[in-house]
């Protein structure tokens, strides 16, 4: 093998085994925090902020140091956020209100000094660090130009579902083939936070095509 390969593979590799060590880590952290929530009186209420479908290999460059801020700071009270919950323009805001309450302030007084007890708040310098990586990797929001269809049944379907927690992804954020797995997930998202998925045939409750919403997704997919 030629020296310069061996150079390249010996970096993959060390760069795989850096990658594998950080999400063991970020896997520990976040099983540490549901252990904290077992002994907490307040571990029921922490534990239903955010639903748990969303897993430390899933981070957006997951070795970097962002992605470590996000699992250093964020699994203390509540499971891990996706990046995409909020588009570029609100994390900002919801990174600043998430600080306060680490600090053991906001709007439940005493009981929010109580339940912050040993949670660590980031510095000045990690805060902005942490938004930016949020704000990276933050959903895109749709452009209704761009896709006519959102007025018909399928885009209907699509506008419902999506815009019950966040503002509508653009179907450019992933492949035809990523597609699937992510609707699945937000499908068990919505089952969690009692929003609607269409299981139930009742004439008087929206109904949701997620058959129609992935066909969308897919169609308009990005290619690679």
Known sequence: MHPRSITGFVAAALTLATYAATIADFDQAVKGARLRWEASSHGPMLERILPPTFEPAQLPEPASHGAELVVQYCVQCHNLANPAMHNPEKWPIVVDRMVVRMKGHGNMGELMREMMAGVQAPTEEEEKQLVAYLQRHGQRAIDPKRYPELDQPSGQ?????????????????????????????????????????GTRRDPTEPQLRLDEILG?????????
């Open 157 to 197: 379907s699509f506008k419902l579902a999506c815009g019950q927690c966040h503002v509508l992804p653009d179907p450019r954020r992933h492949t035809a083939a990523e597609w699937p797995a992510v609707v699945a997930r937000m499908e068990q998202n919505m089952a969690w936070m009692n929003r609607v998925v």
């Open 216 to 224: 969308f997704l897919q169609k308009y997919a990005r290619k690679s």
